[in-house]
DNA sequence: TACTTGATAAACAAAT
DNA sequence: GATTTGTTTATCAAGT
């Protein structure tokens, strides 16, 4: 996906405002999606082109995503209630940053946001379909949707997609499908009620979810920033009302702990905000072509080796694990077939039936918390490494256009 | 140019 | 039988 927007030219055309509302946006972004030197905390060695501040190109402005954590925080801040699939935004980090209920959340329904930016939440979201999905379902309760739910969730908190076409349920039930990120779980016994099964998030492949995430999120590096010991200053923009928020809240081990936006490595260069090529952290196998994050693994393109053992995904793991290096190495590290390219040994190569019997396992809570631990871990090494080394490219990027 | 990644469309099977 | 869900394949665009 490319930066920002990620879409064809002819979804392009689907939102011609786009342009204007980046343009619009420009000036939002200035004030409110910068990270002020404080909030990142000037310890931080890993401070970005945002928070080099504005010495920025006309061209930095137009391609950093600030935006987008406007957008985000938006959406996320949309809250409300009747999350389809439990998902209770209120309940979340996510939603209720400050654990303040009554915050003033709702953008759309705040007269203090302009129309613009009320039409970026009608834009088509900057995340891939994983992140969406991820989102989702991290944002659920028991960290487990079905389908439908995560349609829901999707409309209710990217607005876009409920005048898209319905295209975009099959680009999800594909991405969950295919996306190693996402393993399917029976429905709880007893509980009928509902087709098809829930759908929930591999631990093993959480932290490169939500490093993914991060790096669409928040390009400023604010990588290990510890949270902020005093409250955000009423100075800061409403971004941070998100940030801030997250910062302060926040289980090291919490799926989805957007509420540590600092955890993860985050590039500021737009160049890189998207590439998760550049993930230099364990990743997803690819699965298919639109498995995101799906080289995470790869060890590089082409590279059929064999998978790292899991840092610890006993949750959804069992002797299928054994069958699991089968089941990955064959459709992972078989990395993906030539485009456009029908692969000749699918039929020796994929084994649906291994993933499905994986899927079905059902997650041990107690081991969950392992996995949480490791996926902390995980995540704290990986945004360290990355960060330094995100850095030095964006150094090297900054040499290249002083030339 | 080749490759990767993500999006999208479509077809199909199974379940409800 | 219709709809939903899940899987798979193919194609395209954009980026590296």
Known sequence: ????????PDKKAETPGMQEERAGL????RGAGTLPEAECGAASPLATSLDRGSGGSEDEELTNLNWLHENLLQNFTLGGPGV????Q?????????????????????????SSSQRDLLKSKPPFSFSLLIYMAIEQSPSKRLPVKDIYSWILQH???????PTGWKNSVRHNLSLNKCFRKVERSLGKVNGKGSLWCVDPEYRPNLIQALKKQHFPAAHTFCTPPASPPSASSPPRHHFLQGCSLKGEPDSPLDLSQPDLVLVSSDPKQDHNYSSMTLQRCSSRSSSSSLSSLDE?????????????????????EEDSDLGDRDERGGHSRPA??????????????AGKRARRELTAKPELDEELKEAAGSLLHLAGIRTSMELNKRS????????K
């Open 395 to 402: 150094a090297k990027s900054k040499k290249l256009n002083r």
């Open 1 to 8: 996906m490319g930066p920002i927007i990620g879409m064809s």
């Open 339 to 352: 485009p456009h390219r029908p692969s000749p040994s699918s039929s020796s190569v994929k084994c649906p």
């Open 26 to 29: 420009r000036g939002v972004c």
């Open 158 to 164: 990217f607005p876009y997609f409920s005048s898209a």
């Open 84 to 87: 389809a699939g439990g998902a």
């Open 299 to 319: 060890g590089g393109p082409g590279h059929a080796r064999p998978r790292p053992r899991r840092a610890g995904s006993e949750g959804f793991h069992s002797e």
């Open 89 to 113: 935004p209120s309940a979340s980090p996510l939603f209720d940053i400050e654990g303040d209920p009554g915050a003033p959340q709702n953008p759309s329904s705040s007269s203090s946001y």
